[in-house]
């Protein structure tokens, strides 16, 4: 059966989830966690959080899901430290940095890719298998056929989202709420800036998706291989996470769930499964209304009644004897553990000696703990008595004597930790210029650039013969599974037509370009924001790094390392990768042209372009443009063109080229400020 892995902002929601019925939790220190806004948890409670489930026999995870800087490892390191030492089962990971420090110094703890590493594809979950991984979890976006396919072809576990809030953009590939406010969802701080009233023509709220839930689907869920199901909601109260998990429990025991609770104590005018299903429609856009919030006061009296007590969890086995002129005998055994309590001496008894039926009724009484007794044997000898104050102490004190024993926190034993020692990075004065196309026909500038990067579907054999050794094929940045062959055709025979070099913005990318014998350029995609990071995925095979636009100059120019690098010094940038358009028209795709414009509240624009394969990008507003600025120490500057004609094209390399300074309105996006 798998596993329900439920939600805990805080210790009330952690009991709320365990007694419902939840075989994991999963949580958030102070720290480097994607929901650094939730109550989460510190030292002392993780540890009293840790003891609660293991005495109960549910296992935690801890989230370390963030992006880190170099001037933060130390403190991941500490962070980490604290979670061995609490005895959890594992942590949840996005940085490869914390990876790397997991498989070198409690290589013992279970190593879970957050949803943040964006895992669409057989290709990106084998990767990640390779690299130490034990289990990923799927995108929110695959079809329930897409996950069965990824699930048949690893041999880690895998994990799937099955209700709670749905982000647009595919996690990890947003950077809305940075680009706008300098919150980064990377970082955990996430304003849920898609939540506002962004239009696209006529429709309102067009980056708002209503909440997931595919409860109904679990068993189906179950069928594909799907060994997690994963319950979002460490920012929602302690009665929506007993709602989901009492929901779950039902709906996998084949039992009629109710719906209109799960709506009531919160929705977004309804759920969708329209990914699972593969409707992908505009039905699966919503928001919160005055309607869904009115509700949620009726159902959460009677949803606190779902965890006000203990739920028998454990069972145990049971063995009391009682012998003349020795103290009574109580052992209690949960079949890994077994303790054996001793208490006052039996009399002879006057009237009513104690028989095994009376002892069972006494010493079987588990009512407000985690135990319920599978089995009861009683050796009595003839005539004694023991008062019943007597027996129910014997069974308080081995009761207790259990969970404690089951409580008792094993932290992970930490490893003679390898230090990798990063070279320091020696290039200095101004790299070269390379330039991103959407297509063949907006190229230009080609003899000023050294690298042209090309969709790998807009390159024919003409392309690779124009180009020649300048040019690199980019990867989708999403690409499902039933997309994948085609796709590894496609590049085979680019190979053999001249094609030497690709750039990945997921990690798929990484195995799939490696496997056909391509050279591999890490794009921005990758979200690299530290050095450890770049080590890694040199490590992994990649001959370059594009890093994150989400890192400070400063910290880029500080990273070590002997990797090549450079950053996106122009462009819209890809602010969200998107499998339901948010553009699309009533009347279907085919209208559309393959381009169109969201409006925010305050009248800002930002273009929607579709790759016509099944995703779409949200570009931000106003350009990245930071020509004028000191941009040496990287071995090259990316510039991105999306929208832009091929005389904007030309201007635009001519300013890189002398650095000069734009004159139309622009932004130096997140490398000149410090993100939160």
Not at 3 to 18: D, F
Not at 38 to 51: G, I, Q, S, V, W
């Amino acid at each position: 059966m798998p596993e329900i892995l439920a939600p805990a902002g805080g210790m009330e929601h952690l009991t709320a989830a365990v007694r419902c019925g939840a075989d994991a939790v999963y949580l958030g220190t102070k720290n480097f966690n994607a929901r650094r806004r939730a109550e989460n948890f510190d030292e002392t409670t993780l540890k009293e959080a840790a003891a609660y489930c293991r005495a109960r026999g549910v296992k935690l995870y801890v989230t370390v899901n963030t992006v880190v800087t170099d001037s933060e490892l130390d403190d991941v390191e500490r962070e980490v430290d604290m979670i061995a030492a609490s005895g959890a089962n594992g942590i949840i990971i996005q940085d490869m940095a914390v990876l790397d420090l997991l498989l070198n110094k409690y290589p013992s703890i279970e190593r879970l890719a957050s949803t943040q590493t964006a895992v669409h594809n057989v290709s990106g979950a084998r990767q990640l298998e390779d690299m130490g991984f034990d289990r990923i979890v799927l995108a929110r976006e695959l079809s329930l056929d897409e996950m069965e396919k990824i699930c048949a072809a690893v041999s880690i576990g895998t994990e799937a989202f099955v209700h709670g809030a749905h982000c647009m953009s595919v996690s990890g590939m947003c950077y809305l709420s940075s680009a706008i406010g300098g919150r980064s969802g990377n970082r955990g701080m996430c304003a849920q800036p898609c939540r506002l009233n962004f239009r696209s023509g006529v429709r309102e709220y067009a980056l708002s998706l209503k909440d997931l839930s595919c409860i109904s689907h679990l068993r189906d869920m179950a069928r594909s291989g799907i060994g997690s199901f994963k319950i979002e909601g460490r920012m929602k109260r302690p009665e929506y996470v007993a709602a989901a998990v009492t929901a779950c429990k039902r709906a996998l025991a084949g039992e009629d769930i109710d719906t209109e609770i799960l709506k009531r104590v919160f929705s977004r005018s309804g759920f969708t499964d329209g990914y699972l299903t593969g409707k992908h429609d505009n039905g699966m856009f919503g928001r919160r209304l005055k309607e869904d919030a009115a509700g949620t006061e009726l159902v959460l009296k009677s949803l606190r009644s779902l965890y006000k007590s203990e739920t028998p969890l454990v069972g145990v086995d049971m063995c009391f004897r009682l012998e003349p002129d020795s103290p009574s005998e109580l052992s209690v055994s949960d079949g890994d553990r077994s303790v054996t309590i001793y208490g006052a001496r039996a009399v002879s008894a006057l009237n009513h000696p104690l028989d095994g039926r009376s002892a069972e009724d006494y010493l079987t009484r588990t009512g407000g703990t985690p135990f319920y007794v599978k089995s009861f044997v009683a050796n009595i000898a003839p005539g004694l008595f023991l008062a019943a104050a007597e027996l129910n102490a014997l069974r308080r004190k081995a009761l207790d004597a259990l969970y404690n024993a089951r409580a008792d926190i094993v932290p992970a034993e930490a490893k003679n930790r390898r230090t990798n020692i990063a070279p320091a990075h020696t290039f200095s004065g101004r790299g070269e210029l390379w330039g991103r196309f959407s297509a063949c026909g907006r190229v230009a500038g080609a003899d000023e650039l050294e690298k042209i990067i090309l969709p790998a579907y807009e390159i024919t054999t003409d392309t690779i013969e124009k180009y020649g050794g300048k040019l690199i094929a980019e990867l989708p940045a999403v690409l499902f599974p039933n997309d994948e062959a085609d796709l590894v055709r496609r590049l085979g025979s680019l190979k053999n037509a001249g094609l030497r070099e690709v750039m990945a913005d997921n990690i798929y990318g990484v195995r799939l370009g490696k496997e056909l014998g391509l050279s591999v350029r890490g794009g921005a995609g990758l979200n690299i924001t530290n050095t450890a990071a770049l080590e890694i995925y040199r490590g992994a095979g990649i001959i370059s790094a594009t890093v994150s636009f989400e890192l400070s100059m400063r910290s880029i120019k500080q990273l070590g390392g002997s990797i090549p690098r450079g950053i996106v010094a122009y462009g819209r940038l890809p602010l969200m990768r998107l499998r339901l358009c948010p553009a699309r028209p009533a009347s279907g795709c085919s209208s559309c042209g393959g381009s169109a414009l969201l409006t925010d509240r305050l009248g800002v624009r930002f273009p929607v372009v579709c790759d016509g394969r099944g995703f779409s990008t949200l570009l931000n507003s106003v350009p990245l443009h930071i020509a004028d600025r000191n941009l040496d120490g990287l071995e090259y500057l990316l510039l991105y063109f999306t929208v832009e004609d091929r005389e904007e094209i030309s201007k635009i390399i001519g300013e890189y080229l002398t650095g000069q300074k734009s004159a139309s309105p622009r932004t130096g996006g997140l490398y000149y400020r410090e993100l939160l």
